[in-house]
């Protein structure tokens, strides 16, 4: 099997468990809301080293956010849907955090570097929030990261000729000061469970 399709399979089986993991971590409870928090395999790592460029054209690595909570989910700015989405969710979460939310680093790692280079990175993420960071890199930056968050993504080109999409997995990882992972959400999250998760497992840290 060529390198490339083993890539594609291996991608696309993580998707394919992170997403049964949704489903049947949020399902409606009887008499209930639904679950936040994503439980996954014991002994399943996510996360890892890392080396990008941020909005403001710095570079940056998993080192330079030591020591803090983060927020990091995978997208990128010509996202029709899903990415403004989940990016105003995180705001909200924020918001409503308050005074907690300042521990929190949120980060917005692009899967399209070729057109989100970190002006427009800039631009698209302080839309939602002046906290969210944009972070951009060389393809094969955002391809090492991406491996070490597990993170599925591939260029989806029509054949009308118009602009190409990215076809991506959307999670949201909070990550704790020691770079791992605290708890994972899946796309669904209302801001008000993403906020009540958070605080608690911040609280439980304190």
Not at 30 to 48: E, V
Not at 90 to 109: E, N, R, S, V, Y
Not at 181 to 186: D, H, Q, T, V
Request: a neutral charge; aromatic letters at 8%.
């Amino acid at each position: 099997m060529k390198a490339p399709l083993r890539l594609i399979l291996s991608g696309v089986l993580v998707v394919l468990v992170l997403a049964s993991a949704v489903l049947w971590l949020t399902r409606p409870e009887p008499g209930g809301g639904s679950g936040a928090a994503i439980a996954l395999p014991a002994g399943t790592k996510i996360g890892g080293a890392f080396s990008l460029i941020d909005d403001q054209n710095r570079p940056v690595t998993n080192e330079t956010y030591r020591g803090h909570w983060l927020l990091v989910y995978f997208g990128y700015t010509f996202c029709p849907d899903v990415c403004p989405t989940t990016l105003q969710t995180i705001a909200d979460a924020l918001d409503k955090l308050g005074k907690t939310g300042a521990q929190i680093t949120p980060l917005f790692i692009t899967v399209d570097p070729a057109r989100d280079t970190p002006s427009v990175m800039a631009r698209y993420v302080h839309q939602f929030d002046s906290r969210i960071i944009g972070l951009t890199g060389t393809d094969a930056q955002i391809a090492e990261v991406a491996k070490a968050y597990r993170v599925y993504y591939a260029k989806e080109t029509p054949k009308d000729g118009t602009a190409y999409t990215m076809d991506h997995s959307s999670f949201i990882y909070l990550m704790d000061p020691e770079g791992r992972l605290a708890a994972l959400f899946g796309p669904q999250t209302a801001a008000k469970e993403l906020a009540a998760a958070i605080g608690q497992k911040l609280g439980q840290d304190k």
